[in-house]
């Protein structure tokens, strides 16, 4: 009897000469900030001892030395100093040169990536106006890693010709974090199914929510906080009372940030809020989802990270400019590398995931916010995967079906990435998959901050090519173009 041949047909992939790589002088200015209150009110007292004839003496040179590297950087000294004069000493009048020059000591400068720029997510980008025919213009969310490995999200554009020659535009030497809308507008209905998934539902949470409309901002939840802790404890405050504190840091951890509409796409740079993010965003997995009106609303799902635990977020966009971060919820939300199919099937969201770190698994809900049922999808079977596999972006639809970029850790750690084909109606159905990686670190790829990975997070087919950015070992990033064809053919 003969043997099955467990020979792969051969793929052909072009690695482009392409390479984004970390760039030290693309700095960001930042607050910093102090444990302790005592630490603000002693740094602004020795401001305002300063004598106000030396007050414009010590500010010229700062302006005189970040001007040149700061967009808006008046605007942003001055808006720090508003941030803290609260720590301010009451009455008196202060020169508007030294309240720029107290928010000078409260802010640096940080080398967003100054480490690494790397795991990718490619979709087309909004605007398509005045490019040449047969030309497709694309957005890139980067991977930013700098000091300490706190990770933050960037953006790249560039255009693929008629002939998918690929060209990155080059980036402003500006960076700017985005203003925090301060007050938030939350859905009862959606906060209240979250406050019982947290074990904080009961009496005195339904006494907070039922002060609130069936829209409320963060302002207002304060105020009920407040109103119920006065009723029920006299003298407590938020931080004092668990259910109340749950509550406070479940409506911070869903807010929503505002780029200048003037801004460059690449001067954009995201950084962690929330305590919960606070040693990164990692691996931003864009797709454009089409809603059942035809409609395109951007979603992405990241990693957030403390320091020791990770848990998948999301956020949301129409024009790369207003974004909204929301908390992902219910038993379906562990692990890392969720990622979104870019419509609805069968009238439900639907969603692959990761929930015990070594499978693929499937997911569908009839809401973004919430997954709660998983079934198992895809295991480790070849040998270069053995140690786990998940995936590497959102399905891209073809006509054979969802193709989906995966990767698998194998011998010595090393990440390869994989692809596998699900049916177009039922994704529970696997019809195709890779016996061997579609591309293995090789040469100076293996070379980096974290050696021996390949890894993306989204590609992009046009046409009957894929259009693959990936990252080369947790550093900088490629570009590789492969025939979609050539895929497909060569999955068992």
């Not at 990975?453 to 173009?481: E, K, M």
């Amino acid at each position: 009897m003969k043997r099955p041949s467990l020979r792969q047909k051969t793929v052909s992939i072009r690695r482009t000469e392409i390479r984004l790589s970390p760039d030290q002088g693309r700095v960001v200015l930042r607050p910093l900030g102090f444990a302790s209150d005592e630490e603000y009110v002693k740094i602004i007292r020795r401001a305002l001892a300063l004598p106000e004839k030396d007050v414009q003496r010590v500010l010229d040179p700062v302006l005189q030395e970040f001007s040149s590297r700061h967009r808006w950087l008046i605007k942003r000294l001055l808006a720090r100093f508003h941030h803290l004069e609260h720590f301010l000493p009451p009455g008196g009048d202060i020169s508007e040169a030294r309240k720029l020059l107290i928010g000078s000591y409260f802010m640096f400068e940080y080398s967003a990536e100054s480490a690494a720029l790397f795991n990718p997510s490619i979709l087309p980008h909004p605007d398509q106006s005045g490019l040449p025919k047969g030309s497709l213009r694309f957005l890139l969310s980067l991977r930013s890693t700098g000091e300490g490995h706190v990770s933050s999200i960037s953006f790249r554009s560039g255009v693929i010709d008629v002939h998918n020659s690929i060209s990155v535009d080059p980036p402003s030497r500006f960076l700017t974090e985005p203003e925090l809308i301060e007050n938030p507008t939350y859905h009862k209905a959606l906060f209240g199914r979250k406050v019982a998934e947290m074990g904080l539902a009961g009496e005195w949470a339904q006494r907070v929510l039922g002060r609130l409309e069936d829209f409320f901002t963060l302002k207002e939840l304060k105020h009920a906080l407040k109103a119920v802790l006065q009723e029920t404890a006299p003298g407590r405050k938020i931080g004092d009372d668990d259910t109340a504190k749950g509550l406070w840091l479940l409506a911070q951890s869903n807010y929503e940030i505002r780029f200048p509409p003037d801004q460059e796409l690449s001067e954009r740079i995201i950084f962690p809020v929330t305590s919960l993010q606070s040693n990164g965003l990692e691996d931003v997995r864009l797709t454009a989802h089409r809603d059942d009106r035809g409609k395109t609303v951007y979603y992405a799902t990241y990693t957030a990270y403390d320091g020791r635990n990770v848990l998948p977020q999301l956020f949301e966009t129409e024009d790369f400019r207003h974004f909204k971060f929301a908390t992902l919820n219910g038993p379906g939300v562990r692990n890392k590398g969720m990622a979104l199919f870019p419509r609805k099937i069968k009238g439900l969201f639907a969603m692959l995931s990761r929930q015990d770190g070594e499978n693929i698994f499937l997911m569908y809900s009839d809401n973004v916010h919430f997954w709660n049922e998983s079934r198992l999808l895809l295991s480790p079977a070849h040998s270069w995967e053995f140690v786990k596999i998940g995936n590497c972006g959102s399905p891209i639809e073809t006509e054979a079906g969802w193709l989906v970029l995966s990767h698998g850790v194998g011998p010595m750690r090393k990440y390869c990435l994989g692809a596998f084909l699900l049916d177009r109606d039922d994704p529970s159905k696997v019809i195709g998959r890779l016996k061997k990686p579609l591309m293995s670190p090789e040469g100076a790829e293996r070379d980096g901050y974290v050696p021996n990975v390949l890894y993306t997070c989204g590609g992009l087919v046009r046409g009957h090519q894929l259009i693959l950015p990936y990252g080369l070992s947790d550093r900088v990033t490629g570009f590789a173009i492969i025939p979609v064809d050539d895929i497909l053919a060569a999955m068992a």
